[in-house]
């Protein structure tokens, strides 16, 4: 590979959208903790691959903070960044942005970091770059 290591930073962000339904909601009619950490842990693992092209599994989410409720009835934009690469683990960065379905209103509503370790097919750590 040619690139630098920012121009494959750069390459890997990923951006997925969602609609909250119902089904993904708690009593309070707000999305799901177990959810959210459950998609940004997808968003995490699709950029470190992007990043490494390589298998990643997830070692650890670290501090994830709620901020605002994500109410039933809206859109959800998850944006993955890889913040930091170590020798076989990539650190990447997500945040959940909350949109309402019928204004532009939007807004950070949860943010987190999640490390995940490059493995070759018996499951070892490999180096990343």
């Known amino acids: ?3 630098t290591l920012e121009q494959r930073k750069a390459a890997a962000e990923t951006k997925v959208f969602k609609a909250v339904f119902p089904n993904t909601t ?3 009619d707000t999305l799901f903790g177990g959810t959210a950490l459950q998609l940004m842990d997808e968003v995490a693992f699709i950029c470190a691959t992007r990043f490494s092209r390589q298998k990643v599994v997830t070692v650890s989410s670290d501090r994830v903070d709620f901020k605002k409720p994500i109410p039933s009835g809206t859109l ?3 944006v993955a960044n890889v913040e930091k ?3 076989s683990s990539i650190v990447v960065a ?3 942005y909350v949109e309402e379905m019928y204004s532009e ?3 950070k509503a ?3 970091t999640f490390t995940m370790v490059a493995v070759d097919d018996n499951k070892n750590p490999v ?3």
Do not use: A, F, P
Request: hydrophobic content about 40%.
């Open 127 to 129: 180096d990343v770059v």
């Open 105 to 107: 209103k939007r807004e």
């Open 110 to 112: 949860v943010h987190g």
């Open 94 to 96: 997500v945040d959940i």
């Open 76 to 78: 959800v934009e998850l």
């Open 1 to 3: 590979m040619n690139n």
């Open 26 to 28: 708690n009593h309070y």
């Open 85 to 87: 690469v170590g020798k």
